[in-house]
């Protein structure tokens, strides 16, 4: 690994030393794949409280992952060296696109009734966005694990736990 790979590059959106961005993305990925759940239920079972929950988790999600894109907005925008990296680009493009399905697919259950809304449109947006989520999380992976995005840069060698080795548990 070269020497400038283990700097990292430091977020510019951070509480106490720690990049909020990853903080945040759980929640609306969470709500989004719950709807794409919600919908499956939904179909199988015919009870309409399933779409309304898919709506619901639409509509949060949609609200957290505005707070999340403010922070990696931050992040992207602050930092000249993460704008020149390509997955970060496709990061950022692909999450707008999942919001963007999201408030089409919130706007589509709200204004057709959410169980009216699931077949087939409703339930191929959530498809649409979960697998999209597949690919942002995973250029989302690229840039902390291989870009070392959000990687404190300040930090002490000394201050890091050595990994184990040779380490072996003994059962009595």
Known sequence: MADRDLLGLAASAKIGGHPIHPMLVPFPIALLVAAFVSDLVYLAN????????SMWSVGAAIVTAALAALAGLTDFLGNSR???????????????????????????????????????????????????????????????????????????????????????TRHT
Do not use: C, Q
């Open 46 to 53: 015919g009870n309409s409280f399933w779409a309304d929950v």
């Open 82 to 168: 993460i704008r020149a990296i390509n997955d970060a680009w496709r990061h950022m493009i692909g999450n707008v696109i999942v919001v963007l399905l999201a408030i089409a697919s919130f706007w589509l259950r709200y204004e057709n009734g959410a169980a009216d809304a699931v077949w087939p449109f409703g339930l191929l947006l959530s498809l649409m966005i979960v697998l999209l989520l597949l690919y942002t999380g995973w250029k989302g992976g690229e840039l902390v694990y291989h870009h070392r995005i959000g990687i404190d840069t300040e930090t002490d060698e000394s201050d890091v736990t050595p990994p184990m080795r040779g380490h072996t």
